[in-house]
């Protein structure tokens, strides 16, 4: 597997929603929300679902048409990642920031979406040529941000909303 412990270990570390609502200069285009309640509106609206899915979907027909050997390993790895990386995550951090914060189930589920499918790319990256949007929004999380949408309805097209 190329999802190794120090990855996961770099996960556990990094400063989760440390920045949020503080400006931010990144690679690639954001657009910053004022408020967790713009933040929360934002990550449960059908854009951002709509982004993500298409995102996620372009990985995983990347990997079914170019590497389909490797993507027959794609439920077995979805299951170790879930129980090694996404779970201990989610009891030991999001939820009790969720609780913290009076934020909503939602807030938990973006976020587990997103780096279940960031730790999927991190997996395949030997497998040249995969859609890293993932790997983009885990750089948002290392910042202490949230990333939270997308200003358009056509992905790629538009920049990514941020807390």
Known sequence: MNLDFRFIDSLLLLPWF?????SHNFSFEVCQVRSWKEAIDSCASIEWENTTLEARNRLTEYLSTKWSSRYCEWNTVTLHVKAKVINPL????WTPFAAQNN??????DCIEWDIL???METEYCDCAGIPCFFQALLQVYKAGHFPCGWTSNEYPKGKLLIF
Do not use: D, M
Not at 103 to 108: C, G, M
């Open 18 to 22: 440390r920045q949020c609502g503080l």
């Open 103 to 108: 934020l909503p189930k939602t807030f938990v």
């Open 90 to 93: 989610t009891t030991k951090l």
């Open 117 to 119: 499918a960031a730790c």
